[in-house]
C-alpha cells in the first residue's frame, strides 16, 4: 500500500473489517496551532524494528476519537485524512494515529475506507502486490 500524498512509497497493511477507522502506527507525535487550527506532526516508520525511511508528517487534525483496542483498552486518538493508494486504487480516508510498534502491521485498513468500493477476500494475502524492489529495505544492503 502507499501514502505518497505523505512521501511514503510503501507500508505494509492490514485489512481489518473488526476495525471502523483505518489506524496508521506514528511515533512523536506533537500537537499544535497552525493559523489558528489544530494539527499534529508526526513520524511515519514503515518498517518494523527500524526508523530506517522514516518520513515526518504534518497534518491537520480532522477529529479526535476514542478507540477501544481488541483487548478493551480505550484510547483518545487524533484523526487525519489522507490519500491511500490501494490496489492500485486512491481513495481519502479518515486515520486515527496511535504507537503500533509491537504490531506485524504497520497500517490498519478499516471499514469506513473498505466502503469506497472494495472487497475482501478473507482467504489472500497481498492482493495489492509487494513493495517494488527497489523500496523493500532488506534489498538494500542494510542489516
Not at 7 to 34: L, Y
Not at 93 to 118: C, H, P, W
Request: hydrophobic share 40%; charged share 25%.
Amino acid at each position: 500500500m502507499k501514502l505518497n500524498g505523505i512521501g511514503v512509497p510503501w507500508i505494509k497493511a492490514k485489512i481489518d473489517t473488526g476495525a471502523q477507522t483505518s489506524a496508521m502506527h506514528a511515533t512523536d507525535m506533537v500537537e499544535f496551532e497552525r493559523s489558528g487550527a489544530p494539527w499534529v506532526r508526526f513520524l511515519v516508520q514503515p518498517w518494523q524494528a527500524t526508523d530506517d525511511d522514516a518520513v515526518e508528517v504534518e497534518l491537520p487534525v480532522h477529529d479526535r476519537r476514542t478507540v477501544r483496542s481488541s483487548s478493551g483498552h480505550a484510547q483518545l486518538r487524533p484523526v487525519v485524512l489522507m490519500t491511500i493508494s490501494l490496489a492500485g486504487r486512491e481513495i481519502e480516508a479518515e486515520v486515527t494515529l496511535t504507537d503500533r510498534e509491537e504490531m506485524v502491521f504497520r497500517m490498519l485498513i478499516g471499514r469506513e475506507a473498505l466502503r469506497q468500493g472494495f472487497i475482501v477476500d478473507s482467504n489472500a494475502s497481498f492482493l495489492g502486490g509487494r513493495p517494488p524492489r527497489g523500496t523493500r529495505r532488506r534489498n538494500r544492503g542494510r542489516a
